[in-house]
């Protein structure tokens, strides 16, 4: 009879003492309250994730900085998004040279991995871009600062970014604006607070590539100088625009110049009566929208 019971409890007992096979693919398994929870180690192409083993009241917990499990009713403090001291790609999210840090609260542009192509930081409380911040990412292709608080950019700062293709500055608090890169194609710098003194007079006249401008809602008093051949797209709707010239928009020593690429100008909620200056006009394929009388 001990004989059985001996290989009884051998049969029940020792695979449980064997270790489990790996799992092959990512997988969290959890359990029900008062049991050991798990995860198996998790690896990603375009995510650094480090991973902390904690023990309380016996119980084991592996978990990243993203998850925390616990087995009593205790909060941090802090949520672990909110720590703007983490590694970018902890605090934000890296996906095949793309980075998110959308609404975090970050207050500074975070260290960007170098292979960086696209870079979306909207809707944080950024204040301040540094010549530095971009120093070494010259692979930018898109960058999106919508809905922060940015009132200084410092000069040279996007300079290196010779690949930069689209720029939103957005719903920010600048008064002038940053020397852009040469191969834009679309710049956002809608409701902001520029005054015509802040944009210089060649400041769009060199981007060639230049398709997209979105100056609307600003404190412009007179539209833009020198803007480029390639535009299709100009809004300015919503300024203190009070005049406009013959050479504005086309060339008043050429009566046979069609700008052949403007599709669309936007210009109403201006002070302008625009059917005082019909000249200014007389390239375009459309006429601008806005008040005629």
């Keep these: ?61 592996s978990l990243d900085t993203s998850l925390i499990l616990q087995s009593d ?4 403090d802090v949520p672990p998004t909110k720590d703007t001291n983490l590694p970018t790609c902890l605090l934000c999210v890296c996906l095949s040279g793309s980075v998110y840090c959308e609404e975090i609260d970050i207050e500074a542009v975070p260290p960007l991995p170098k292979e960086t192509a696209y870079l979306y930081a909207r809707f944080n409380k950024i204040k301040r871009i540094a010549a530095s911040d971009f120093a070494d990412i010259t692979t930018l292709r898109r960058i999106d600062f919508s809905g922060n608080r940015i009132e200084e950019i ?4 996007f300079s290196k970014l010779l690949l930069l293709e689209e720029l939103s500055l957005a719903e920010n608090r600048l008064v002038k604006l940053p020397v852009l890169p040469p191969k834009l194609t679309t710049f956002n710098a809608n409701q902001n607070r520029i005054k015509s003194r802040g ?23 007179s539209v833009p100088l020198n803007l480029p051949e390639s535009l299709r797209i100009l809004h300015l709707q919503y300024n203190n625009i009070t005049t406009i010239t013959d050479d504005t928009f086309c060339k008043s020593n050429n009566t046979r110049y ?24 007389s390239c375009l394929r459309m006429l601008p929208v806005g008040t005629y009388y």
């Design 1 to 61: 009879m001990e004989t059985l019971q001996a290989a009884f409890f051998l049969f029940v007992f020792v695979p449980l003492v064997n270790p489990a096979p790996p799992l092959q693919q990512e997988s969290f398994q959890f359990y029900e309250h008062d049991t050991d929870v798990s995860m198996e180690s998790l690896t990603q192409q375009d995510y650094e994730m480090q991973f902390k083993d904690i023990r309380k009241d016996g119980t084991n917990v």
């Design 258 to 281: 069609i700008r052949t690429w403007m599709d669309e100008i936007r210009m109403e909620g201006n002070p302008i009566v625009l059917a005082k200056h019909v000249n200014a006009f």
């Design 154 to 157: 410092e000069d040279g700062a």
């Design 199 to 221: 944009i210089k007079a060649n400041a769009f006249k060199k981007l060639t590539n230049l398709a997209y401008l979105y100056l609307g809602h600003n404190a412009l008093e």
């Design 73 to 76: 009713d205790s909060q941090l």
